[in-house]
C-alpha cells in the first residue's frame, strides 16, 4: 500500500502544485517559479526513487492501486508501473524541472496560469503513461490536449492561432476515432466473453475477428500515428514546435510524441495482433517514409525550431521500425530511442530557446561563428548534435544501433523466407543515417561555424541556471550511451511480453 | 585479469577531459604535460602489454564491461590484443606521441591551444579503440570517433567557412561507408549471434559452410573501409580535409586513421580469406584508386595537396595488398607509410611554419640551405616513399608489388603493371615536389623571404626521429611477426624465378621517377611547362580530379537538395498535405454557408419547412405503414 | 362516417388552418392566435381518441396542454410587446435579425 501510494503522490504531486500557485500572492512571480522548480524537483526525486524499487525482474505491475470507479461498466481505476512505461515516467519527470527552469527568463506574461498549465500537463502525461484502464487512459490522453492548446495559444509566436487549431483539429481528429473505437472495442468483448472491462489486462485477451481487428487498429492507430507524428500525417508539429514557446517544444518534443509511439506499444499492436501482422508492411514502409521525409525536409528548413521538428519525425521513424520489427533488440532500441530523442530533442528546443531569448529570431541564416560567440554555448550545442545524429557513447547511438540492428535482423530472416519489402525498408532506414549527418551538420556548422554573426551583439554566454539544465541533460545523454543496460533490464520483461502478445496470433489460424 | 588494455584506451580519454574542461585556465605548461605525457605514458603501457603478449603467446582479453545485454544476448566492451593490434596500437601510440610533441612548436601560437590537444586526445582515444577492440562494436564506436575527432579537427580554424565545409564533407562523405559498414555488421550478427572478430575469423575458418556469404559481407565492410580509407568512389573527402592544421594531416590523415580501413579488413582477414569475389573487388578498387590519385598527384600544387593524394594512393596499395591476400604486408605498409608520411607532412608543416603559412609549392624553391633539417628529413621521407632501397619504403612496397604480381589469390600481371605504373608516378611526383619546394631558385615573396626560419628544437627532433625511422623501419619484418596470424599468400613455384628481376625493375623504376623530375623541373621547370602546354586539356582534368567532386555536385547533391525542397516541402507538404487539408476546411465552411441561406430569418418559411416535414414523415408512414 | 372520424376531421382542419396561418400571415398576433389554433386542433384529437379508448389518459394530457399554452401565451404576450416597442410594427417580416 505504501509504495502504491507513491506512485499516486508521484502522479498527483502537479495538482498540488497547481493548488500552491493558486494561493501565491499575486505579483509575486518569483515565489511562483521558485515553488514550480520545487515541486517538480520534488516529482523528479520520488520518481528516482520509484524507478530504483522497480523491480526489473518481476513481470507485470508494480505499485498498483486498483479502485472500482464506475463498476457498472467495468471502468476501475487502476495505475501502475511495468517495463512499458518505467522509462517514460522517469524521463517526464526528469525533463519536468528542467522544463520550468528552461522558462524562468523567457516567460513575463501570466506567469501563474502558464506554470498551472505546465503542472497540468505534466499531470496529464503522468496520468496516460501509468493508466492501465482504457478508460482512464482516454481521459488523460484528452486531458493533455487542453493545457497544450492553451500553451501554444497564449504563449506562443505570432502565428499561434492558426498552429493551434491545426494541432488541435489533427488530435482530435485522432481522439474521436479512438474514441469510437474504445467504445467499439469494449463492446465486442463484452459480446465475445462477456466480460466488462477496460482494463489493458483483460483487453489483451480478446479475440476479435480480423476485419474488426483492422478496424479498430486503423482507429488507434491514426489517432497514434498522427501524435508520433508519422508521415503523412505530420504537417501540425513544425507549425506547433515553431510557434510554441520553448517550454511548449520541449514538453511536445520530449514527452508528447512519444505518446504515440507508446500508444502503439502499448495498446495498437498487442491489441490488435493479427491486424498489426497484416498492416505490419505499411507501417513499415511509412516509418522508413518518415526517417527520410523528415530527413530531407529537415535539410532545406531555415527556421531553426523547423529543423529540429522535422529531425523529430525521422526520428520517431526508427521507434516505429524497431517496434514493428518485432526483434527484442529491435524493441528495446526503440524503447531507448525514445527516450534518447526525448532527452536530445528537448536539449535542443532548450537551446534554441536560450539563443532566441538573446537575439529574437529563428532564422538560421542570421547566425554563423557562435562558436567563438558563445563557446560554452556551442560545446553544449555539438554534443546534442552529435547525439541526435547517433554518435557512438551517446544515447542516439544506443537507440539507433540497436534499432537498425533488431530490424535488419528480422528482415533478412524474412528475406530468406522471400519477403523482399522488410529487408528494404531496413535498409533504406540504415542510409537514413547518412541523412541525419548531413542535416544536422548543416545545422551545427552554419549556426556554430563560419564568419561570427549574429544579432544582438555582444552577446552573453550562459548563465548557472543554463548551464546546469543543459549539463543535465549532457549527463543523461551520455549516461544512456555508455550504460544503457540497467535501463535496459528494467524495460526488458516488458519488451519481451510485447514480442510475445504480437507475434503469437489472437485467432485460431492467422498467418503468421 | 587485469585492465591494461583498458587503460591504454582511457589515458588519451583522461587528456581530452582534463585539458577540455581545465585546461584554459591552467595554461599551457599544464596542457603539454597533460596532452603529451598521457599518449607517451600509453605507448608505454602498449609496449608493457606487448611483453606480455609475447611472453605468453596467447592474445589477451580485457573485458571492461557489459555495454546492453537483451535476452540472450550481449554487447560487451572489450579489448583484444594480439600482434596485429599491437602494430597497430604502436604505431598509433608512438607516432602519436612524437606528433603531439611536434604540435607543442607548431601549435605554438594558437589562440586554441588547449582545445587543439583535447582534440588530438580525443582522437587517439577512439583511434585506441577502433584498434583494440574485441567487437566490431567497439571498432565501430572507435571508427564513428575518430570521424568527429577529424571532424572537429579539419574545421579546427572553424572562421573559414572553406574549413567547416570540408570537415561537413568528411563527416558525411564517411557516413556513406558506414552505412555499408553497419550492414555488413548486422549481417555477422545475424549468422553469428556475435560481433567479436576473434569468433567470427574463427567461425569462418571452422565453419564448413557459413550462414551468410563471406563475399557479401566483405563488400558491405569494404565499403565502410572505402569510406575511411579514402578509396575510390569515396576518396573526395581527404584532399578536401587538408584545411586542418598540419600535425592533423600527419596523424589522422596520414598515418593513423586512414589507415583503419586497412585494418579492417587485415582483422577480418578471415572474411576474405573465403570471399574471392570481394578480394578482387578490393584488389581492383585499390589499384584504381593508386593509380588515379597519383595522377593527380602529379599536377598539384599545393604542398598539402600532393602529399594527400599521395596518401590516398599509397592507401591504395594497401588495399592492393589486402586484395591480394597478402594482409601482413599490407599492415607492412601501413607502418612504413606512417612513419614516412608523417615525415612528409611534418616537414610539409615546418616548411609551412617557415614561410608563414604559405603552401604552394610555385612560390617556393631554393630552401634547401635555409632550412637544412627539415630538408634533409624530407629528403629521406622522399626517397623512402618513392621506393630507393634500402629506405622503408622500398621494402613494403616491393613486396606488394611482388604479392600484386604473383600471389595465389588473385595476383596478376596487370595489377602488377598497374601498381608498377603508380610506384613510377609516385617517385616523379614526390622529387617534383622536393625539386620545386627545396631547389632551384627562390620563388618566395619578398615579404616572406625575410622570416624564413627553421622550426624549434621540438619541430626538428621529431622530424629526425621520423627520418630515421623512415629510413630503417623497413628492417622491421612486420610481414613475419605478423606471419602465425595473417599468414602469407603462397606463390606458384613457376613464378619464383621472376623475384629478382622485378626487385631490379622496381628499382629501376624509383630511380627513373627520381631522374624524370630531376630533368623536367631542373632550371625552374621550364620543360615541366613546355610539357604541361602540350597536354593543356589532360592537365585541366587531372589538376581539377577528373571534375568528380563537381560530378557528385551535379549528381547527388544538389538533386537531394532540389528533391527535398521542391518536391518533399513544395508539393509533399505545403500541395499535398497542408493543400487536402486547406481544402478539408473550405469545403467545410462553403457547405456551411450553402446552408446558412435557407436560414432567413422569415419564421413564416420556418413554419412551411414543419409542413414540409409532417407531410413527408405522414407520407413515409403511410408508405411503410 | 362516424363520430370519431367526424372529431379527426375537425382536428386536422383546426391544425390545418392554423398552420397555413401560421406560414401565411404576416401580424404577429394572429400568427399567435394560429398557434393556439393548432394546439386545440390537437386536442380535439386528444379528447376524440380518449373517448374511443375508454381511458382519462388524453384528457389528462388536454389539461396539460391548456396549462402550457397559458404559460406559453403569458410568456408570448410580453415578448410581442418588446418587440413592437422595439420595431414600431407588428410585421413578421421587420424581424429577420436571425438571417444566417
Known amino acids: 500500500m505504501g509504495e502504491a501510494f507513491l506512485l499516486n503522490f508521484v502522479l498527483y504531486l502537479p495538482l ?59 471502468v476501475y481505476y487502476q495505475i501502475g508501473l511495468d517495463g512499458y512505461n518505467v522509462l517514460l515516467v522517469l524521463l517526464t519527470a526528469f525533463l519536468g524541472p528542467l522544463v520550468v527552469a528552461g522558462a524562468f527568463t523567457a516567460i513575463t506574461k501570466d506567469v501563474k496560469l502558464f506554470y498551472a498549465m505546465v503542472f497540468l500537463i505534466q499531470f496529464a502525461m503522468m496520468g496516460t503513461f501509468v493508466a492501465q484502464d482504457l478508460f482512464l487512459f482516454y481521459l488523460f490522453w484528452e486531458t493533455m490536449l487542453i493545457p497544450m492548446f492553451l500553451l501554444i495559444g497564449i504563449w506562443g509566436g505570432e502565428r499561434r492561432i492558426y498552429a493551434t487549431i491545426k494541432f488541435v483539429l489533427y488530435t482530435a481528429f485522432g481522439s474521436i476515432l479512438m474514441l469510437a473505437a474504445v467504445i467499439y472495442l469494449v463492446w465486442s468483448l463484452q459480446q465475445t466473453t462477456g466480460i466488462t472491462s477496460f482494463a489493458f489486462a483483460d483487453l489483451y485477451k480478446a479475440e476479435l475477428p480480423l476485419n474488426a481487428q483492422i478496424v479498430l487498429l486503423s482507429a488507434f492507430g491514426l489517432s497514434f500515428a498522427i501524435k508520433v507524428p508519422m508521415v503523412p500525417l505530420h504537417t501540425w508539429l513544425p507549425d506547433a514546435h515553431v510557434e510554441a514557446p520553448t517550454a511548449g517544444s520541449v514538453i511536445l518534443a520530449g514527452v508528447l510524441l512519444k505518446m504515440g509511439t507508446y ?55 526508427y521507434v516505429m521500425l524497431g517496434l514493428i520489427s518485432l526483434d527484442l533488440i529491435g524493441i528495446q532500441g526503440a524503447v531507448i530511442q525514445m527516450v534518447s530523442h526525448g532527452l536530445t530533442a528537448a536539449g535542443l528546443f532548450l537551446m534554441v530557446g536560450m539563443i532566441y531569448e538573446r537575439c529574437h529570431t529563428r532564422e538560421l541564416a542570421a547566425y554563423g561563428g557562435l562558436a567563438k560567440l558563445l563557446p560554452v554555448y556551442s560545446v553544449f550545442f555539438m ?22 540492428l533488431g530490424a535488419f535482423t528480422a528482415s533478412w530472416q524474412q528475406y530468406r523466407q522471400g519477403a523482399v519489402l522488410p529487408l528494404a525498408t531496413a535498409v533504406i532506414a540504415v542510409s537514413g543515417v547518412v541523412l541525419g549527418a548531413l542535416y544536422m551538420l548543416r545545422f551545427a556548422q552554419t549556426f556554430l561555424f563560419g564568419v561570427e554573426k549574429a544579432p544582438h551583439q555582444p552577446l552573453v554566454d550562459l548563465d548557472r541556471r543554463e548551464k546546469a539544465i543543459l549539463i543535465a541533460i549532457v549527463a543523461a545523454v551520455f549516461l544512456l550511451g555508455l550504460f544503457p543496460d540497467g535501463p535496459m533490464k528494467k524495460t526488458e520483461l516488458a519488451a519481451k511480453q510485447y514480442q510475445q502478445l504480437v507475434s503469437t496470433p489472437r485467432l485460431p489460424g492467422s498467418p503468421r | 585479469m587485469s585492465h591494461l588494455l583498458t587503460l591504454i584506451v582511457v589515458l588519451p580519454l583522461a587528456g581530452f577531459a582534463l585539458n577540455g574542461l581545465l585546461g584554459n585556465r591552467l595554461g599551457k605548461g599544464f596542457v603539454n604535460a597533460v596532452g603529451c605525457g598521457l599518449p607517451i605514458l600509453a605507448f608505454f603501457a602498449t609496449l608493457k602489454a606487448w611483453a606480455e603478449l609475447e611472453g605468453t603467446g596467447a592474445p589477451i582479453v580485457d573485458i571492461a564491461y557489459a555495454w546492453a545485454r537483451i535476452g540472450d544476448r550481449s554487447f560487451e566492451v572489450a579489448f583484444y590484443f594480439d600482434r596485429l593490434a599491437a602494430v597497430m596500437a604502436l604505431i598509433v601510440t608512438g607516432v602519436g606521441s612524437v606528433i603531439h610533441i611536434y604540435s607543442t612548436g607548431y601549435m605554438k601560437d594558437d589562440a586554441s591551444y588547449a582545445r587543439f590537444f583535447a582534440y588530438l586526445n580525443l582522437f587517439l582515444f577512439f583511434m585506441l579503440s577502433l584498434v583494440l577492440g574485441r567487437s566490431l562494436l567497439v571498432l565501430f564506436v572507435g571508427w564513428e570517433g575518430v570521424g568527429l575527432a577529424s571532424y572537429l579537427l579539419i574545421g579546427f580554424w572553424f572562421e573559414d567557412p572553406v574549413n567547416a565545409r570540408a570537415g561537413k564533407k568528411a563527416f558525411v562523405t564517411n557516413r556513406i561507408g558506414d552505412a555499408g559498414f553497419l550492414l555488413g555488421m548486422f549481417l555477422l550478427w545475424w549468422a553469428f549471434g556475435t560481433l ?179 630538408f634533409v628529413t624530407f629528403a629521406v621521407a622522399t626517397a623512402a616513399i618513392a621506393g630507393i632501397p634500402p629506405l622503408a619504403g622500398f621494402w613494403s612496397k616491393d613486396e606488394i608489388l611482388w604479392n600484386a604480381f604473383a600471389s595465389s589469390r588473385g595476383g596478376s600481371p596487370v595489377l602488377w603493371a598497374v601498381a608498377a605504373a603508380t610506384a613510377l608516378m609516385t617517385a616523379f611526383y614526390m622529387s617534383r615536389l622536393l625539386w620545386l619546394t627545396f631547389f632551384g631558385k627562390s620563388r618566395l615573396d619578398p615579404e616572406v623571404e625575410h622570416h624564413v626560419h627553421e622550426s624549434p628544437l621540438s619541430m626538428t627532433g621529431v ?141 413564416n418559411l420556418y413554419m412551411f419547412f414543419v409542413l414540409l416535414g409532417i407531410v413527408g414523415t405522414l407520407a413515409w408512414s403511410f408508405r411503410h405503414g | 362516417m362516424d363520430k370519431l372520424h367526424l372529431l379527426l376531421a375537425l382536428s386536422v382542419g383546426l391544425f390545418a388552418i392554423g398552420l397555413l396561418g401560421v406560414i401565411i400571415r404576416r401580424n404577429l398576433l394572429v400568427m399567435l392566435m394560429c398557434m393556439e389554433l393548432m394546439l386545440n386542433g390537437v386536442n380535439v384529437s386528444l379528447v376524440a381518441f380518449a373517448q374511443q379508448t375508454g381511458t ?22 410580453p415578448i410581442v410587446l418588446l418587440l413592437v416597442r422595439a420595431k414600431r410594427t407588428l410585421d413578421m417580416d421587420a424581424f429577420t435579425d436571425l438571417k444566417g
Open chain 2, 196 to 374: 567479436d572478430m576473434d569468433r567470427i575469423n574463427l567461425a569462418y575458418a571452422n565453419g564448413a559452410s557459413p550462414a551468410v556469404s563471406a563475399s557479401l559481407v566483405g563488400i558491405l565492410l569494404f565499403v565502410g573501409a572505402t569510406g575511411k580509407s579514402a578509396q575510390i568512389p569515396l576518396h573526395v573527402w581527404l584532399p578536401d580535409a587538408m584545411a586542418g592544421p598540419t600535425p592533423v594531416s600527419a596523424l589522422i590523415h596520414a598515418a593513423t586513421m586512414v589507415t583503419a580501413g586497412v585494418y579492417l579488413v587485415a582483422r577480418m582477414s578471415g572474411i576474405y580469406a573465403h570471399a574471392p569475389e570481394a578480394s578482387m573487388v578490393v584488389a581492383v578498387i585499390g589499384a584504381a584508386t593508386a593509380f588515379f590519385a597519383a595522377t593527380i598527384a602529379i599536377t598539384q600544387t599545393d604542398i598539402k595537396k600532393v602529399l594527400a593524394y599521395s596518401t590516398v594512393s599509397q592507401l591504395g596499395f594497401m588495399f592492393l595488398a589486402l586484395g591480394v591476400g597478402a594482409y601482413g604486408v599490407a599492415i607492412f605498409h601501413v607502418m612504413t607509410h606512417a612513419f614516412f608520411k608523417a615525415c612528409l607532412f611534418l616537414g610539409a608543416g615546418s616548411v609551412i611554419h617557415a614561410l608563414s603559412g604559405e603552401q604552394d609549392i610555385r612560390k617556393m624553391g631554393g630552401l634547401a640551405r635555409r632550412i637544412p633539417v627539415t
Open chain 1, 16 to 74: 498540488v502544485g497547481i493548488v500552491l500557485l493558486m494561493a501565491a500572492p499575486p505579483g509575486q512571480e518569483g515565489f511562483v517559479r521558485r515553488i514550480t522548480l520545487w515541486v517538480m524537483a520534488l516529482q523528479f526525486a520520488l520518481t528516482v526513487i520509484l524507478y530504483v524499487q522497480f523491480d526489473a525482474t518481476v513481470p507485470g505491475l508494480q505499485f498498483e492501486t486498483r479502485l472500482p470507479w464506475i463498476p457498472a461498466w467495468g
Open chain 1, 383 to 404: 554534443i546534442l548534435t552529435l547525439a541526435s545524429i547517433g554518435l557512438p557513447t551517446t544515447s542516439g547511438f544506443t537507440g539507433e544501433f540497436l534499432v537498425l
Open chain 2, 463 to 603: 622530424l629526425v626521429v621520423l627520418a630515421a625511422l623512415s629510413a630503417v623501419g623497413g628492417f622491421i619484418a612486420v610481414p613475419h611477426f605478423l606471419e602465425a596470424l595473417l599468414p602469407l599468400p603462397a606463390t606458384p613455384e613457376a613464378l619464383h624465378h621472376y623475384e629478382t628481376p622485378l626487385v631490379v625493375t622496381s628499382v629501376v623504376i624509383a630511380l627513373l621517377g627520381v631522374a624524370a623530375a630531376a630533368f623536367f623541373f631542373a632550371e625552374g621547370g621550364a620543360r615541366a611547362g613546355r610539357v604541361r602546354e602540350s597536354l593543356a586539356g589532360v592537365h585541366r582534368v587531372l589538376y581539377n580530379k577528373y571534375f568528380i567532386d563537381e560530378l557528385y555536385e551535379r549528381l547527388l547533391g544538389r538533386p537531394l537538395t532540389w528533391v527535398s525542397d521542391r518536391v518533399f516541402l513544395r508539393i509533399g507538404d505545403r500541395m499535398l498535405i497542408d493543400g487536402a487539408l486547406d481544402g478539408l476546411a473550405r469545403l467545410a465552411h462553403r457547405a456551411a454557408g450553402g446552408l446558412s441561406r435557407i436560414q432567413t430569418g422569415h419564421l
Open chain 1, 263 to 317: 500508444g502503439f506499444m502499448k495498446l495498437g499492436f498487442p491489441l490488435f495482433p493479427d491486424a498489426t501482422h497484416w498492416f505490419a508492411p505499411a507501417i513499415m514502409v511509412l516509418a522508413v517514409i518518415s526517417i527520410v521525409y523528415g530527413a530531407c525536409l529537415a535539410l532545406v528548413q531555415n527556421d531553426i525550431k523547423k529543423i529540429i521538428a522535422y529531425s523529430s519525425i525521422s526520428h520517431l521513424g
Open chain 3, 56 to 77: 382519462a389518459i388524453g384528457a389528462v394530457l388536454v389539461f396539460l396542454i391548456f396549462v402550457v399554452a397559458a404559460a406559453e401565451i403569458a410568456i408570448a404576450i
